[in-house]
């Protein structure tokens, strides 16, 4: 079992930045995949960002503004945010895909607002 712990949500103005944090506990491994999801009101879940041990992937909505990265020491992934829209409001979820097995596991979510 994995769980995951989200982190850095809030209320930013159009063209601020978070930085937002996923911390990974119990049976998880450098090898598998870790992103981030989110789900605007009314619509459903989408990728924004994966990362894995040899590829990193960005929604073309937020490419060249959001970077991911992980800290594998601390089964860690981060995702920073700049640049952000009225549109980028959501609420983001941390994933972790078992590499041995295609595992999916989620964090419960952290809320960021971009408004004025």
């Known amino acids: 079992q994995v769980q995951l712990v989200e982190s850095g949500g809030g209320l930013v103005q159009p063209g601020g930045s978070l930085r937002l944090s996923c911390k990974a506990s119990?049976?998880?491994?450098?090898?598998?995949?870790m992103g981030w999801y989110r789900q605007a009101p009314g619509q459903q879940r989408g990728l924004v960002a994966t990362i894995s041990s040899s590829s990193i992937n960005y929604a073309d909505s937020v490419k060249g503004r959001f970077t991911i990265s992980r800290d594998n020491a601390n089964n860690a992934v981060y995702l920073q945010m700049n640049s952000l829209k009225p549109e980028d409001t959501a609420v983001y979820y941390c994933?972790?895909?078992?590499?041995?097995?295609?595992?999916?596991?989620w964090g419960k979510g952290t809320l960021v607002t971009v408004s004025s």
């Open positions: 994933n972790l895909k078992t590499w041995a097995y295609g595992t999916h596991y």
């Open positions: 119990g049976m998880s491994s450098s090898m598998d995949t």
